[in-house]
């Protein structure tokens, strides 16, 4: 069976910092997304990209940078994090994008 | 644009009693609708889906009727588990935007034994 490998599982960073999180899937899957999940705000999505290079911004796109370089792998960049920020960013992916994505576990961020 | 609604944040119930999740949504597009159960620090994981109005669909004591007349795609259990005990969400993939699935704000479920 395949699976989905998020790197970092845990990331503390400072404020202003770039940070970078890592995505890596080995099901094959064409389309790969980057949700956030805040409590009680459900899971909003900041990038996705349905083949090896395509990106394609969400709704919440703004301070993060994304990069497909392969079809496995996909990463994102928090371009500069704000202080107290915590949050758990989410990483999907999909045969196409008309199924239903499955997640990874998560990369748990804290800003201090 | 589309929406999805979760108007419980928080329900508690005692083992054995029935379980409903409320879920309603809005889209101008045709419509396919999930269910996601998260247990605490899991993946979140397909519990069911559908594109079919008004029939029922099942999935690990679970089920769904997706009604278009009224928006809807409610959770239902007849017997709560312990192991129940979950972050549920309800997520609208409306067709507009291509590869995007919109989720509700999520409700927890918590089972008393």
């Known amino acids: 069976g395949g699976i989905i490998t998020q790197t970092p599982k845990f990331l503390i960073g400072q404020e202003g910092q770039k940070l970078t999180l890592k995505c890596q899937q080995n099901?094959?899957?064409?389309?790969m997304y980057w949700y956030r999940q805040d409590s009680g705000k459900g899971l909003r999505l900041i990038y996705y990209?349905?083949?090896?290079?395509?990106?394609q911004k969400g709704d919440l796109s703004e301070g993060y940078d994304a990069s497909r370089e392969k079809k496995s792998s996909f990463s994102l960049t928090v371009t500069s994090a704000q202080k107290n920020e915590m949050a758990v960013f989410l990483c999907?992916?999909?045969?196409?994008?008309?199924?239903?994505?499955?997640f990874g576990e998560g990369t748990r961020l804290s800003v201090l | 644009g589309d929406s999805v609604t979760q108007t419980e944040g928080l329900v508690t119930l005692t083992e054995g009693l029935p379980v409903m999740l409320n879920c309603t949504y809005q889209?101008?597009?045709?419509?396919?609708l999930f269910w996601y159960v998260q247990h605490l620090n899991e993946a979140p994981k397909l519990l069911l889906k559908?594109?079919?109005?008004?029939k029922r669909t099942e999935h690990q004591g679970f089920h769904a009727t997706l009604h278009k007349s009224s928006s809807s795609f409610h959770l239902q259990k007849s017997s709560a588990q312990l192991s129940d005990s979950a972050l549920y969400y309800c997520a609208l993939r409306g067709t507009q935007v291509v590869g995007q699935l919109t989720f509700g704000s999520g409700t927890r479920l918590q089972v008393y034994a």
């Open positions: 999907a992916s999909s045969p196409g994008t008309d199924q239903a994505p499955l």
């Open positions: 559908s594109s079919t109005d008004n």
């Open positions: 099901f094959n899957h064409d389309t």
């Open positions: 990209s349905i083949t090896e290079n395509d990106l």
């Open positions: 889209t101008a597009y045709s419509t396919f």
